[in-house]
């Protein structure tokens, strides 16, 4: 079983950037996809982004369309989350998880190990 950690939340200004980052810990996590989702106090965990396991292919959720690059270093076990003009919208704890399959998967029900989260809060 995969155990992943994610690290590079934090506060952050409305306008402002992060990077987060998913380190796995197994020897499997180069074979599948892997993805990123965020749960605001109170809502559905939701989806933000995908990889192929390759890299090779991302979608991403129309929220973060074109402030969101998510990328993956198989070599390092390693997937990101670059977030740019960050909202207060964006605020949530964000979860990377690795999908079931090498393909883009974007329902939670689609992935089998999670990390523990990292808290986004953007300020206005």
């Known amino acids: 079983q995969e155990q992943l950690v994610e690290s590079g939340g934090g506060l952050v200004q409305a306008g402002g950037s992060l990077r987060l980052s998913c380190t796995a810990s197994?020897?499997?996590?180069?074979?599948?996809?892997m993805g990123w989702f965020r749960q605001a106090p109170g809502k559905e965990r939701e989806f933000v982004a995908a990889i192929s396991w390759s890299g090779g292919s991302q979608t991403y959720a129309d929220s973060v369309k074109g402030r969101a690059t998510i990328s993956r270093d198989n070599a390092k076990n390693t997937v990101y989350l670059q977030m740019n003009v960050l909202k207060p919208e964006d605020t949530a704890v964000y979860y990377c998880a690795l999908a079931r399959g090498r393909s883009l998967r974007w329902d939670v029900d689609d992935y089998h190990a999670w990390g523990q989260g990292t808290q986004v809060t953007v300020s206005s």
């Open positions: 197994g020897r499997t996590f180069s074979s599948y996809a």
